[in-house]
């Protein structure tokens, strides 16, 4: 089956190669005579499922063993409490938790962390209509900062910091909290510098109902008394992700596209290397457009677009409704932005191949040329 191009921001696009494989095991895992939905999270089978899924993230992610990763529930928009919660409890609940706004996302951590402690803003780039990053060395980061936040990728805005901060360098010895929900696994992560790093994995590693949690184990135990014992990560840890019934049939789609990306080869490049280049030329293909066309516009500064979320206006935006429509008609579908930036918005994630950016590239040619 031929299927369209699929340029959802979230749930978004997955490997053909995964859905084939889920589907073979739909009604029968491994002859097991069930389906992993059907199987309990504490059997051999289940089990066997989780700790490769587990192995098979900090393989390909080259995660340290010094951090501990988790598969919780309740999404990147929980974390934004489940992050507070865990963390403000070392004596340090008067501590500022420090945030650096980028856009909508950073935007909604912060607000949902004042619910539980004090806060303070040490950088945004409000005043640039969200397209440019605040260069770290401008931060105004506090003394006795409890943690410092910040969205790796602003998944509306399209604005991507292309290298961590080192806070050390910048004086500040309070752990980098990351959301990076939207660009997991896209490129590696350079995990000296991190403290916590959250993401959902409907964006760029499977389907809705699993958040992975990656926290150094030095962080663990210092929970605020009310933290719900679900989310409070060390009980999570302790329990490797079985405190509750984990989201089993999403850590199971996961651990599939674990497998799919280590598999990944590019340009002599394997696993994630392969991925991030893939995914630097996709971008690359479509930016190169946008900007030469005169047709279209990203207002992103180019020192900080995201290789995962395009958006795009067209200037003429009385013909926002047929380039959808002729686009949908192409095969190229859910490429509306988001209501809150309008537009367009092409999501490219790790499992839309070339061929998808090259397809939306030449319909947007042909649609200047009806239209221009
Ligand atoms: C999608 C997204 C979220 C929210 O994820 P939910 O699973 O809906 O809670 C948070 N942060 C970023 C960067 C996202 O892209």
Request: hydrophobic share 40%; with cysteine.
């Amino acid at each position: 089956m031929n299927r369209p191009f699929n340029f959802s921001a979230g749930p978004a696009t997955l490997p053909p190669e995964v859905l084939r494989q889920a589907a073979e095991d739909m009604l029968d895992w491994r002859g097991r005579g069930m389906s992993v939905m059907e199987m309990s999270h504490r059997g051999a089978e289940f089990s066997s499922i989780i700790e490769e899924a587990r192995n098979d993230a900090r393989e390909l992610l080259a995660v340290p063993p010094e951090f501990h990763i988790l598969f919780m529930q309740g999404g990147g928009l929980a974390e934004n409490a489940i992050v507070p919660l865990n963390l403000l409890g070392a004596g340090s609940a008067d501590q500022p938790m420090n945030f650096v706004l980028t856009g909508s996302w950073s935007g909604k951590s912060y607000k949902e962390a004042q619910r539980y402690g004090v806060t303070h803003l040490a950088a945004s780039n409000q005043a640039s209509g969200h397209s440019t990053l605040p260069l770290p060395e401008s931060w105004n980061l506090s003394a006795n900062a409890a943690y410092v936040h910040l969205c790796s990728n602003e998944t509306i805005d399209g604005v991507e910091f292309h290298e961590l901060p080192d806070l050390r360098r910048l004086g500040c010895e309070a752990p980098l909290v990351v959301d990076c929900s939207s660009h997991l696994a896209s490129r590696p992560i350079d995990w000296s510098r991190v403290g916590l790093a959250f993401g959902g994995a409907q964006k760029n590693v499977g389907i809705a109902g699993l958040t992975l949690v990656f926290v150094r184990d030095s962080l663990l135990g210092h929970a605020l008394p009310i933290c719900p014992s679900a989310f409070n990560l060390k009980t999570v840890a302790d329990n490797a992700s079985m405190y509750n019934t984990p989201p089993t049939y999403p850590i199971y789609i996961a651990g599939l596209v674990f497998k799919w990306l280590k598999a990944q080869r590019h340009q002599g490049l394997c696993g994630l290397a392969a991925v991030e280049m893939r995914n630097i030329e996709k971008a690359k293909l479509l930016y190169d457009f946008i900007d030469a066309s005169g047709f279209y516009q990203n207002k992103v500064d180019p020192s900080c677009r995201s290789r995962m979320n395009v958006p795009f206006h067209l200037q003429d935006v009385s013909l926002n409704e047929a380039f959808l429509a002729g686009a949908n008609a192409a095969g190229l579908l859910q490429l509306k932005g988001h209501k809150s930036v309008g537009g367009m918005r092409a999501s490219i994630y790790n499992a839309m191949p070339v061929a998808g950016v090259l397809a939306l590239v030449n319909y947007m040619q042909e649609f200047t040329k009806r239209h221009g």
